[in-house]
Structure formats: structure tokens, C-alpha cells
């Protein structure tokens, strides 16, 4: 087969690649997955780093374990085995010969030999970092790969050469799982319901900054000495003192996730609007209000780095503080509702009839 090309489709959530990966394999499917969706990416971690903050869904299927994915078919190894399909001089055909069998490939590789990579790092930096593989053409010589490429999730061509070169010379950056090779074939006529007990016991989880890693044992080490749920707020406000200071370094990723957070609690309102759990459209509509606001928090931070006016980080610092009450009383109204609702009728759980006392936060039904 001279070229094969995957389908694609512009991811729901870009923040991190580990994620838009395997989602833009689902947003370029039939397969109705946005229930899946809405029933998870609900709790928050952040992470302190040498010289910032990383925020976060709390997800455990993103870190490099089997994706706990209904939608995908997940094969998980390691690069040696890989290469034992054919041998690692030979590494092309070993992408190819998946890609022709349906399967995406994803792997961390040095992107300093990507001139399809962030400026910063092509011909500078020994930074290993994730790659999305979809397709590929013998004729031209290229791979077709997605990642976020300086900041923004793109789809992009890589030739053979570069590719070869930023997998054969090892990083010394970043290289957390840069061993392991993730293999993902779409599973389809999967029917995965909207899940209200999740829903609500992950909000519950995010509102009472509860550890969420507690119905997951696999994640305790990645989530050690993280901060979870609405308690990230300070955590962002101290960041936000300590940039008015100049004593850390600027970074706008953690305004991209909240944002990204918002905009699925916007759509996971409607979803339940539509399962006529809620009855009005009041959460919508002030959730609505919070995305947009945090779209414009996330504008005015990229303008801060141009300008260096700091009364951006201050008003962004009261806002912040704001939006924390603000969602804190919404989310105990809104919980209270699907409690209610959970009680009056036990097929929301779950989509069935399961016995809702097994709902592990709601302890008092």
C-alpha cells in the first residue's frame, strides 16, 4: 500500500496530547462517545514544577496506562518489542505495517530532529515528547502526525528522515514513558450510557477536593503531592502572586485547562438537560457565563505576555477568587438536584436499574 491516511477530526479537549490523541480518534468516528466523555474529565489535580504549575484532569487513563476507553482497543508496549515486528533500523515499516492493520500510533520521541515541532526545541532542545501517528504516504515519504506543535493541537507532515532521526537518538528531557509504544484501533458499536453516579460522585470528589486516586490504586503515584477538585484555585492564586513578583515563569496551560473544564461542564448540562434530569436550563446557563469568562481570562493572559501590564494578573487574581464561590454554591445546588433525581427514579444510575445505595459519595441514600 503506497498511502493510508486514518480518519481524524479535531479533538473536544486539546489541552494535553495524551488525551487529544485518543479523542480525535473518537471525534472522527460515528460512534456516539460524549456520554463516555461527559461521565469522566470532571475532577481537577494540579502539580507544582520547578518553575510553575501544571494543571490537569485527574484522569488515570492518560498516564500511560491501558486506556480505560470503552471506544478503543488499546495495545500497550514497550519500543524493543515493537521493533521486534521488524527490527528498529527498519522502524517505518513497522508504523506502516500497524497503520494498515487500523491501528493509530503514539509514542514519545525527540522532537528536537521535528522541524514540524515547537521552535523552541527543533535544533535546540533534546526533549522527548509525545507523537500522534495516523497515516503515512511511500510516495512523498511522510508520516502523518498530530501533536500540539507550539502550543496549539495540529495536524502536520513529518518525512521519514526526521522521524527516523528523532526516534534513533535518544532525549534526555522529559523522558517519562519514552520506552512505551501505544497502539489504538477504534472499537465500535459500543453503547456507553451517561453515567449520573460517576457524575456525581467525581463532582462531589472536585467540590470537596477529595483524592479521587482512592477507586484507583494505579494512579497514587503519578497524583503524590497533588493538589485536587476546587482547591486548585489557591493553588493558581498563589502561582498569580508569585508572577506579579516575578519569581516564577510565565505560563498559559493552566488557563487553557480550565477553560477546557468549563466547556465540558457547559456540554455535560446539557446532556443532562436533555436526559431531563435537570428540568431548567440555569446550570447551563451560568456555566455558559463561566466558559466565556474563562475564554476571556485565557485571552487576556496571552496579552499579559505581550504587554507586561500586571493588572491583568491582579484582576485575574480577584476573578479567580470569585469564581471559586461562585462554583461552590452552584455545584451543591446542582448535586442536590441529582440526588433528588437519583432517588425518584434509580434508572438514571448507570442508565439501568443498578441499586443506587452502591453509590459510593451519595452514602446517605
Known amino acids: 500500500m503506497t498511502e493510508k491516511i ?16 485518543p479523542l480525535t480518534i473518537l471525534s472522527a468516528s460515528e460512534e456516539n462517545y460524549h456520554p463516555w466523555l461527559m461521565s469522566n474529565f470532571i475532577q481537577l489535580v494540579l502539580q507544582q514544577e520547578d518553575t510553575g504549575i501544571k494543571l490537569d484532569f485527574f484522569q488515570p487513563w492518560v498516564t500511560w496506562v491501558p486506556y480505560s476507553c470503552p471506544f478503543l482497543d488499546i495495545q500497550l508496549l514497550n519500543k524493543d518489542i515493537f521493533e521486534k515486528f521488524n527490527d528498529s533500523s527498519n522502524i517505518i515499516k513497522s508504523i506502516t505495517d500497524r497503520i494498515d492493520s487500523g491501528y493509530y500510533v503514539y509514542m514519545s520521541v525527540n522532537h528536537k530532529y521535528l522541524s514540524c515541532s515547537n521552535v523552541q526545541w527543533y535544533k535546540r532542545i533534546n526533549i522527548a515528547h509525545e507523537l500522534f501517528i495516523y497515516g503515512y504516504n ?6 502523518n502526525v498530530a501533536d500540539n506543535f507550539g502550543g496549539k493541537y495540529e495536524f502536520k507532515d513529518c518525512s521519514f528522515y526526521e522521524f527516523i532521526q528523532s526516534y534513533i ?14 497502539l489504538m484501533k477504534l472499537n465500535k458499536d459500543i453503547n456507553a450510557e451517561l453515567d449520573i453516579l460517576r457524575i456525581s460522585d467525581l463532582l462531589t470528589d472536585y467540590l470537596e477536593s477529595r483524592d479521587t486516586r482512592i477507586r484507583d490504586d494505579g494512579s497514587v503515584n503519578w497524583a503524590k503531592n497533588s493538589f485536587l477538585g ?43 438537560e436533555e436526559k431531563q434530569v435537570l428540568q431548567d436550563s440555569k ?11 474563562a475564554f476571556i481570562q485565557r485571552s487576556l493572559m496571552i496579552k499579559f505576555y505581550i504587554n507586561k501590564n500586571k493588572d491583568i494578573i491582579t484582576d485575574m487574581i480577584l476573578w479567580l477568587k470569585s469564581l471559586k464561590e461562585t462554583e461552590e454554591l ?36
Open 6 to 21: 486514518l480518519p481524524v477530526k479535531e479533538p473536544f479537549l486539546t489541552g494535553y496530547p495524551y488525551y487529544a490523541g
Open 138 to 143: 511511500m510516495e512523498k515519504m511522510i508520516l
Open 169 to 182: 537518538n535518544p532525549a534526555n528531557i522529559n523522558l517519562h514513558h519514552y520506552n512505551r509504544v501505544i
Open 230 to 272: 476546587i482547591s486548585v484555585y489557591d493553588k493558581i492564586i498563589e502561582y498569580l502572586y508569585l508572577l506579579l513578583e516575578d519569581k516564577c515563569e510565565y505560563d498559559i496551560r493552566f488557563l487553557h485547562i480550565l477553560w477546557e473544564h468549563k466547556k465540558c461542564m457547559v456540554y455535560r448540562m446539557k446532556l443532562l
Open 283 to 293: 446550570f447551563y446557563e451560568m456555566y455558559k457565563k463561566i466558559e466565556n469568562d
Open 330 to 365: 452552584l455545584l451543591r445546588e446542582l448535586l442536590e438536584l441529582l440526588t433528588r433525581s437519583q432517588m425518584s427514579d434509580p434508572k438514571y444510575v448507570l442508565g439501568n436499574s443498578h441499586d443506587i445505595s452502591l453509590k459510593w459519595s451519595l452514602v446517605q441514600l
